[in-house]
């Protein structure tokens, strides 16, 4: 097997009579037939090859190759967005009258699809606190179909053991779904733990440089048949564009996120000293509380730094507002540091009940720590600190 890095750069479409050294783009929407029955064997599938962009295109099999082998699994398929491929992945598998057990810490957009859509079709989902993985074998029904988690969560930053997940998973007969997107494949491979599939946010660090909108699910051959079925007739795919940017993307995730780590670990040691923080939170800090769980299963920290201000919601915003060179925005993964406040903006509909099940406190701020020198980082974050 090839080492990821060598992967990230030489996985690549086959070379045109041209004889191109980087992927072109591959803009069309479909592709010429030598004849009737070229034609009638590619639409049987009895031949592997590009019909319709709908389908597969050159540019999103390249970023999705590399993507299934960086995380060690067996096939894939690409969408417009991160939600697109959260949707797409539930929606091909489940059946009215199934039932999800999922982390009460999901992306919220994924927790608006549980609670307001698949309740329309029946599907229905009980959640458990991250903090009390104890609990998860208590919720399995004999519908339950589908584990879900995220790891790390977002924004709280709390880590979920994935071979707890995956041992669950097998004993229960059920698909273990991970949305991988704050690790990204060069930090954790969920498959190793019996993951069933990987479902990535293209948009945050796999692009990270806060360009283009991008999904990924990847995993079990059958079960990603059933996802790409269900695709090519719903249409939710990437477009060529945008999959050629990710697939260059990807080409430097390995440098990035060792740096994005680097810088990260820095400014949660920053953190933990700081008197305005009552505390910090980062999967490579000592004091975390899964910290031991997060070096078992994690190469790298990651770039989310999560940290608790003192003086609640009134103290957050005031911190935000003084920012100068971090930037206020709702992407994460970006090579600019971005800052946010959970409380009151993502997440300020929930009720002080929500707010703490889903790990969310008045005061709590996350970092995604960015490129910039950590100098520079650090002084931004230390002069608005300063004025809280
Ligand atoms: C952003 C995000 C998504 C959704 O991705 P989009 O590309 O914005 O649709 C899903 N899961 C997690 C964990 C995310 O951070």
Redesign the pocket.
Known sequence: MENFETIAVRTQTERTQFQEHSTPLYLTSSYVFEDSEDMRASFAEEKERNIYSRFTNPNTSEFVEKIVKMEGAEAGYAFA??????FSTFAALLNSGDHIVSARS??G??HGLFTKYFTKWNILHSYFNVNEPETIEGLIKPETKILFA?SPT?PGVDILDLEYLGEIAKKHDLILII?N??ATPYIQNPMKYGADLV?H????LIDGQGRV???VTVGREDLVREIYLFSRNTGPALSPFNAWVLSKSLETLPVRLEKHSENALKVAEFLQDVPQAESVKYPFLKSHPQYEIAKKQMKLGGNIVGFQIKGGLHAGRKFIDKLELCTRSA???DTRTIVTHPASTTHSKLSSEELEAAGISEGLVRISVGLEHVDDIIADLRQALGSV
């Open positions: 967005t991160g939600m697109a491929a959260v999901v992306f957009s994924t995220e977002n949305d997107c704050f479902i946010s293209a948009t945050k909108l991008g999904g992407n994460l993964g």
